[in-house]
């Protein structure tokens, strides 16, 4: 029998009722009447054919559904995935032709195998390193350029450009031709999506309906903003009247074959495929821990690393673009009662329904009415206010945020996250580079101690325990050698110097050197080094060195031990560990 942890699916269909059973098939028709026009605009947007939104929309689900741990993520096209891929193939062939086609079919494939591999390494932790401030910055700026790039579609004129100042200065340059028609249809589904989104919930509530009904309603409205102007362009012929139309779209099941086997383009699209990779799963495991916790129920990132590789693999093999966790599908799906990932394999089955019987309608769906649903669904991912509330917290933060921000919308995506990364490491290094330590005294009559800065506290001329607050590595080992040694030079009359470690949860080979170098320097000086709080993994490693046999003090338990032992000099050894390897953490 396969065990579940291979295919989680198993897992949850244990004890699968006809309630279940239920729950999961009216949540599936629902995100189907929502994802339809979403994978339709998401296609436009990333330059490619409609049929190919339709078509990472079917196998990529089933995948997930089978290996995924969320039972409430609702994987497909996204818009900042869409709008990567729009900016990785623009330099490789004409939005739209075969060879743009096939290279977004290879950008996918390689996506999932970059996150199979990150999955098969356990290298979920990577994601880490891109900090929330950087990818708020990043999405709020994609979210700027996606309603940028499709004002075009909304005013009817040709437009263009990779980023803001290009696109911009091409609609000004073509205000001139703006087509009235296109304007005004454009610019009326816009304002009924934006009228559902922000007031129809409200409405419907006060009417009597339950909020949760009401929701599912309002973002519902899309369809039926599709289903009328599709109507009104068949019935008033207005693709004949210069309104642009989606066109003839392919009927039936998408091909299963490998995409392009072309070594030069599979390296070319590498490093795009690594950053989509890398924001599609920060943005899909986000919201599939934000409704798990919800549930009460647990999201392992490493399996949703193979489970989002293999939904991308199978794009790959099937027609399809680069897919990850969207939020407002997730959220919908959620709502809708979805009980376990097999409502996404219901989800994919209903797609392919629509794919099979909804092709000759969908042709006339005017392409402004796509471009308005894409302009208000990433509204949400624009937080502008998020920029003030950072910089007030943490300047560095808040220049990391700003840095990515504007060089996504002036230079590029590629170029803005990438910036960011680095910025958030770079800061990261610095801040861990000068670790705050503090010189600490105990509080009169308790065996706590507080910064003597900061409390009136006990000290002892003779005895200073500093605090270090941070784990020493290579980048902080020289500052700790050189706040030990100033504390000694402000102190002319010091005996003993205790290293307070409770936070710190590493000591690498280089931070190693400078304990030895501090050791020896104290020693030369007529000072005692002494250690407490060391945690039980450090001192295992500790244990085995030359500096814990050479200390020239002790180790104590804790804090107020050393106080006790040491304080006016009356050393008492009862209170110093054992010399040995400790296994307490």
Same mark, same amino acid.
């Given at each position: 029998?396969?065990?579940?942890?291979?295919?989680?699916?198993?897992?949850?269909?244990?004890?699968?009722?006809?309630?279940?059973?239920?729950?999961?098939?009216?949540?599936?028709?629902?995100?189907?009447?929502?994802?339809?026009?979403?994978?339709?605009?998401?296609?436009? &947007? $990333?330059? #490619?054919?409609?049929? =190919?939104? %339709?078509?990472?929309?079917? @196998?990529? *689900?089933?995948?997930? +559904?089978? !290996?995924?741990?969320?039972?409430?993520?609702?994987?497909?096209?996204?818009?900042?995935?869409?709008?990567?891929?729009?900016?990785?193939?623009?330099?490789?062939?004409?939005?739209?032709?075969?060879?743009?086609?096939?290279?977004?079919?290879? &950008? $996918?494939? #390689?996506?999932?195998? =970059?996150? %199979?591999?990150?999955?098969? @390494?356990? *290298?979920?932790?990577? +994601?880490? !390193?891109?900090?929330?401030?950087?990818?708020?910055?990043?999405?709020?700026?994609?979210?700027?350029?996606?309603?940028?790039?499709?004002?075009?579609?909304?005013?009817?004129?040709?437009?263009?450009?990779?980023?803001?100042?290009?696109?911009?200065? $091409?609609?000004?340059?073509?205000?001139?031709?703006?087509?009235?028609?296109? @304007?005004? *249809?454009?610019?009326?589904?816009?304002?009924?999506?934006?009228?559902?989104?922000?007031?129809?919930?409200?409405?419907?509530?006060?009417?009597?309906?339950?909020?949760?009904?009401?929701?599912?309603?309002?973002?519902?409205?899309?369809?039926?903003?599709?289903?009328?102007?599709?109507?009104?362009?068949?019935?008033?012929?207005?693709?004949?009247?210069?309104?642009? @139309?989606?066109?003839?779209?392919?009927?039936?099941?998408?091909?299963?074959?490998?995409?392009?086997?072309?070594?030069?383009?599979?390296?070319?699209?590498?490093?795009?495929?690594?950053?989509?990779?890398?924001?599609?799963?920060?943005?899909?495991?986000?919201?599939?821990?934000?409704?798990?916790?919800?549930?009460?129920?647990?999201?392992?990132?490493?399996?949703?690393?193979?489970?989002?590789?293999?939904?991308?693999?199978?794009?790959?093999?099937?027609?399809?673009?680069?897919?990850?966790?969207?939020?407002?599908?997730?959220?919908?799906?959620?709502?809708?009662?979805?009980?376990?990932?097999?409502?996404?394999?219901?989800?994919?089955?209903?797609?392919?329904?629509?794919?099979?019987?909804?092709?000759?309608?969908?042709?006339?769906?005017?392409?402004?009415?796509?471009?308005?649903?894409?302009?208000?669904?990433?509204?949400?991912?624009?937080?502008?206010?998020?920029?003030?509330?950072?910089?007030?917290?943490?300047?560095?933060?808040?220049?990391?945020?700003?840095?990515?921000?504007?060089?996504?919308?002036?230079?590029?995506?590629?170029?803005?996250?990438?910036?960011?990364?680095?910025?958030?490491?770079?800061?990261?290094?610095?801040?861990?580079?000068?670790?705050?330590?503090?010189?600490?005294?105990?509080?009169?009559?308790?065996?706590?101690?507080?910064?003597?800065?900061?409390?009136?506290?006990?000290?002892?001329?003779?005895?200073?325990?500093?605090?270090?607050?941070?784990?020493?590595?290579?980048?902080?080992?020289?500052?700790?050698?050189?706040?030990?040694?100033?504390?000694?030079?402000?102190?002319?009359?010091?005996?003993?110097?205790?290293?307070?470690?409770?936070?710190?949860?590493?000591?690498?080979?280089?931070?190693?050197?400078?304990?030895?170098?501090?050791?020896?320097?104290?020693?030369?000086?007529?000072?005692?080094?002494?250690?407490?709080?060391?945690?039980?993994?450090?001192?295992?490693?500790?244990?085995?060195?030359?500096?814990?046999?050479?200390?020239?003090?002790?180790?104590?338990?804790?804090?107020?031990?050393?106080?006790?032992?040491?304080?006016?000099?009356?050393?008492?050894?009862?209170?110093?560990?054992?010399?040995?390897?400790?296994?307490?953490?």
């Amino acid at each position: 029998m396969i065990p579940s942890r291979w295919i989680p699916l198993i897992g949850w269909l244990h004890g699968y009722r006809g309630e279940v059973l239920a729950r999961d098939l009216l949540a599936a028709v629902i995100v189907t009447l929502m994802l339809v026009p979403q994978a339709l605009a998401y296609a436009l &947007l $990333a330059g #490619l054919p409609p049929e =190919v939104g %339709l078509y990472a929309s079917m @196998l990529p *689900l089933v995948l997930y +559904a089978l !290996f995924g741990t969320s039972a409430t993520l609702a994987v497909g096209p996204v818009a900042v995935a869409s709008l990567m891929t729009a900016s990785a193939l623009s330099g490789i062939a004409m939005p739209g032709s075969a060879e743009y086609v096939g290279a977004a079919l290879v &950008l $996918a494939a #390689l996506s999932g195998l =970059v996150l %199979l591999a990150m999955g098969a @390494l356990r *290298l979920g932790f990577l +994601a880490n !390193f891109l900090s929330h401030p950087v990818i708020s910055g990043f999405v709020t700026a994609s979210g700027i350029l996606i309603a940028a790039s499709q004002l075009r579609h909304l005013l009817g004129v040709e437009g263009g450009g990779h980023n803001l100042l290009e696109m911009l200065g $091409a609609l000004v340059a073509q205000w001139r031709v703006i087509d009235p028609l296109t @304007l005004l *249809l454009g610019g009326g589904v816009w304002a009924y999506l934006w009228l559902c989104r922000g007031h129809l919930k409200a409405g419907l509530v006060r009417l009597g309906t339950t909020a949760t009904l009401a929701d599912l309603i309002a973002k519902a409205a899309p369809v039926s903003a599709v289903i009328v102007t599709t109507l009104l362009a068949w019935g008033l012929d207005l693709g004949g009247r210069g309104l642009a @139309l989606v066109g003839e779209v392919p009927a039936g099941l998408p091909d299963l074959a490998l995409p392009g086997l072309d070594a030069a383009l599979w390296s070319s699209l590498l490093p795009a495929a690594i950053l989509i990779s890398l924001v599609g799963f920060v943005e899909s495991v986000s919201v599939a821990q934000t409704l798990a916790a919800k549930r009460r129920q647990r999201i392992d990132p490493n399996q949703e690393l193979i489970a989002l590789g293999l939904a991308n693999l199978g794009a790959g093999v099937s027609g399809g673009s680069p897919v990850s966790g969207g939020f407002s599908r997730s959220v919908v799906n959620f709502e809708a009662g979805a009980a376990t990932p097999l409502a996404g394999a219901f989800t994919a089955l209903g797609i392919a329904i629509a794919t099979l019987t909804l092709t000759a309608p969908l042709a006339y769906l005017p392409k402004a009415t796509l471009a308005a649903t894409i302009i208000v669904a990433v509204a949400t991912l624009i937080d502008l206010p998020a920029i003030k509330r950072t910089w007030a917290y943490s300047r560095a933060d808040g220049v990391a945020m700003l840095a990515t921000l504007i060089l996504t919308l002036v230079h590029g995506v590629e170029s803005g996250i990438l910036v960011g990364v680095g910025l958030s490491l770079g800061l990261h290094l610095y801040r861990t580079s000068r670790p705050h330590s503090a010189v600490v005294g105990r509080v009169p009559g308790s065996e706590h101690f507080r910064n003597v800065r900061r409390h009136r506290v006990e000290t002892d001329e003779r005895l200073a325990i500093l605090r270090v607050d941070e784990s020493l590595y290579f980048a902080n080992a020289r500052y700790l050698e050189d706040t030990v040694m100033a504390l000694v030079a402000r102190q002319p009359g010091l005996a003993h110097i205790v290293l307070a470690c409770q936070a710190v949860n590493l000591i690498d080979a280089s931070a190693l050197e400078s304990l030895e170098a501090i050791n020896g320097r104290l020693r030369d000086a007529g000072v005692s080094l002494h250690l407490a709080e060391v945690k039980g993994p450090v001192m295992d490693r500790l244990a085995h060195t030359e500096f814990f046999h050479e200390l020239t003090g002790q180790i104590f338990l804790s804090t107020y031990d050393a106080w006790r032992a040491l304080h006016g000099d009356g050393i008492d050894p009862t209170f110093a560990c054992p010399a040995r390897a400790s296994n307490e953490p």
